[in-house]
């Protein structure tokens, strides 16, 4: 059973930075890409960034590039979220998710079969 949990979540100030880590397990980590997701309440939930299998593919969001950077290690189960130069606008849940060996279509929901509970991030302006 696929287990994914996040952390680093907090209440930071327009300009300040965060580390989103998640760690997987009940599955083979490495084979799978991961993702970040947000949503606000009322909103459906936006794609984030994106890591691939494939050593060094990453996918980003318009929002959010140039600003944070997803990252993995795959000997600790885990993807990374670094977010910098926050923005009120990036006030949401963010949630981590694992997506099947060999999808190809990494920024949309559909792709990924499951998903943490989510962390929350507050940046006040």
């Known amino acids: 059973q696929v287990q994914l949990v996040e952390s680093g979540g907090g209440l930071v100030q327009a300009g300040g930075s965060l580390r989103l880590s998640c760690v997987g397990s009940?599955?083979?980590?490495?084979?799978?890409?991961m993702g970040w997701f947000r949503q606000v309440p009322g909103k459906a939930r936006e794609f984030v960034a994106a890591?691939?299998?494939?050593?060094?593919?990453?996918y980003y969001a318009n929002s959010v590039k140039g600003r944070f950077t997803i990252s993995r290690d795959n000997g600790e189960n885990s993807v990374y979220l670094e977010m910098n130069n926050l923005k009120p606008e990036d006030t949401a849940r963010y949630y981590c998710?694992?997506?099947?060996?060999?999808?190809?279509?990494?920024?949309?929901?559909?792709?990924?079969?499951?998903w943490g509970q989510g962390t929350q991030v507050t940046v006040s302006s």
């Open positions: 998710a694992a997506c099947p060996p060999h999808t190809m279509i990494l920024h949309t929901a559909e792709s990924y079969e499951s």
């Open positions: 890591i691939s299998w494939i050593p060094g593919t990453t």
């Open positions: 009940g599955y083979t980590f490495s084979t799978y890409a």
